[in-house]
């Protein structure tokens, strides 16, 4: 089929898609004014992985460096996914090619680099690549294409790892250093981190041409490779002084509008569709109060896909509803960021040791089964689709990924239940997520109980929804208390749960626990699956002085062959 995009700005509708689309509402026995039908318009991006670039260069050989990298983007494909999203710089302002745009990594020697081993292998290793004529970002593209992959290259548009220190660390560009005094932020719009304030602020023109010449640079070198661009507002979410958000938002507006008009060019010249990505904050609020207008985009035909995500954790309750029937309004693929880091927790491991039900060693990588509940959560919702974000494979700078990761992918890819132990959770706060206004959603826990107080948990997926027998499904509730000997009721659904076992969590002597982390761990049996509702479920937690860190719902199934078998003899 032809690609013509639908320029709701300009008024310019595209006859063959309605003609489509109206052929393909008939066949589905739907109102021609009804819900477009989405894989009409867009293509199948599949699962879709971000690689945040930080291995472009991992050799002060630049040759070597450009074999990992390819071996890097097949380890990439082997996964399964269908896009492949490549981060063009570390942060926003270096990049990881030969730029006249902007700075490449490496531009200027600092402090931090002579005082960290880490930074001068990095940096040192950059300079020889880039200096020696490589393009990371062509690099990845290729092979990305030649392993069957769509490609779009993606801009932080304002990544703030550099604020802390900005005049002595790498990651700090040239533009920054030439106008820091008039084109930063200066009044921080986050009363909990003022360092926020050294961010460019896109109120001035010269900040948004900056930032246009890179993306214009990046797809001109690119065009013959890439099937669009992502705009990465989620790194981070703060682009205008207190206050002045609301005011700014039509300028960020503008910017994207200009983004997606090169694009057009690009996918007339290049006779194949240009899809323009955005990271957002994980609500419409959030979205507001950073001054990105998403649902004017979808309404204007500027987007073709949203990722609302996180800042830095796995969610499992972003508030994604409203952006989900904006986006079926207007044709435009909702896919929710998922990541493979949580806030720290002692993590439930139901799946594979239901005898005892806890990995005692706290921290904060996600498992497999919270990443496909919330997955689960996502799809019930209904989300398009699913983005993996921060997935680095392992750490020795060549992948293949770890196993589960490819199960993972798997089990997303088909995008239905598929017999998967999964482990719901209430997500909890993390780097001052609770803040209000802010970047992100209000969150239910830690949360203080006197008395009786009743927790939203969305189950997205119930145990009934394969065939297979189930294993067994549990509670977990993560307590602390005055006394150290917490104990609680719980109510599921207006069912009382029995409590199954109690565990303390494992100190280490060496280290102290973080506020967050539990002191015990109570396990409740879930005896009737029936009692799980899909949707937002209800636990009533009764107790006294109780400090609640963890709300958890799993179960698992008998999913191996010969057990199956031997249940039935």
């Known amino acids: ?18 003609a489509l689309a109206l052929l393909l509402s008939i066949v589905a026995g739907e109102s021609a ?71 490449p990594v490496g531009w200027r020697t600092t402090v931090t680099e002579k005082e960290s081993t880490t930074w001068t292998y990095r940096t040192e290793n950059a300079r020889n690549a880039i200096a020696s004529g490589l393009d990371a970002v062509r690099i990845a593209g290729e092979q990305a294409k030649s392993n069957g992959l769509r490609f779009l290259p993606s801009l932080r548009m304002n990544d703030s790892h550099f604020m802390k220190q900005p005049f002595d660390y790498p990651l700090t560009g040239e533009f920054w250093m030439k106008n820091y005094a008039s084109l930063r932020i200066k009044d921080s719009p986050i009363s909990f981190n003022s360092d926020y304030a050294n961010l460019l602020d896109y109120t001035h023109e ?20 890439i099937d669009g661009f992502e ?15 609301e005011e700014g938002a039509p300028l960020m507006t503008d910017l994207v509008r200009q983004v997606r008009q090169r694009l057009d060019q690009v996918s007339a010249e290049q006779q194949r569709p240009m899809s323009l990505f955005v990271r957002i904050p994980p609500s419409p609020e959030s979205c507001q109060w950073a001054g990105l207008d998403v649902k004017k985009w979808m309404q204007e035909g500027l987007i073709d896909l949203i990722s609302p995500a996180q800042l830095m954790t796995l969610a499992h309750d972003m508030p994604i509803r409203e952006f989900i029937a904006d986006a079926r309004q207007y044709g435009v693929l909702v896919y929710p960021s998922l990541y493979p880091r949580t806030s720290w927790r002692t993590p439930l491991d139901f799946s594979s040791r239901p005898n005892l039900g806890l990995d005692k060693a706290v921290n904060r990588a996600a498992k497999k089964e919270e990443l496909l509940a919330a997955a689960a959560n996502y799809r019930a ?12 494979g392992t750490e020795t700078g060549v992948r293949p990924h770890p196993d589960w990761m490819y199960a993972l992918v798997a089990s997303l890819k088909r995008n239905a239940p598929d017999g998967s132990a999964k482990t719901f959770a209430v997500t909890k706060t993390y780097y001052y997520d609770n803040v209000v206004p802010s970047y992100a959603y209000v969150k239910q826990l830690p949360a203080d109980v006197s008395g009786s107080r009743t927790f939203a948990i969305e189950i997205g997926e119930l145990p009934t929804d394969t065939p297979l027998p189930l294993k067994g499904s549990v509670l977990r509730l993560g307590l602390k208390s005055e006394g150290g000997n917490a104990t609680a009721e719980v109510q599921l659904n207006g069912t009382d749960l029995t409590l199954w076992k109690v565990f303390q969590t494992a100190k280490d002597p060496e280290k102290a626990s973080p506020a967050d982390v539990a002191s015990e761990t109570a396990i409740f049996l879930i005896e009737d699956p029936e009692i799980l509702r899909r949707g937002v479920n209800e636990v009533a937690v009764v107790g006294d002085k109780l400090n609640v860190t963890d709300l958890e719902i799993a179960f698992a199934h008998e999913n191996r062959l010969s057990r199956l078998l031997m249940t039935r003899s």
């Open 231 to 245: 705009l990465d507002f989620n790194r981070v979410q703060v682009f205008f002084p207190k206050g002045k958000a």
């Open 206 to 225: 010269e900040v948004r041409n900056h930032r246009l010449a890179v993306i214009n640079e990046i797809i001109d070198r690119n065009k013959d490779i």
């Open 1 to 18: 089929m032809e690609y013509v995009r639908v320029d709701q700005r300009r008024g310019i509708r595209a006859v063959k898609w309605i």
């Open 381 to 392: 919702m209904g989300a398009d689709g699913f983005y993996l974000f921060n997935f680095y």
């Open 33 to 103: 004014l009804g819900q477009p039908d989405l894989q009409s318009r867009r293509p199948n991006f599949g699962v879709i992985l971000n690689d945040d670039g930080d291995l472009s260069f991992v050799s002060p050989e630049p040759a070597i460096s450009e074999q990992i990298l390819r071996l890097n983007i097949d380890g990439d494909a082997a996964l399964g996914i269908g896009t492949l999203v490549y981060c063009v710089g570390s942060g926003s302002d270096v990049l990881n090619y030969p730029s006249t745009a902007g700075s």
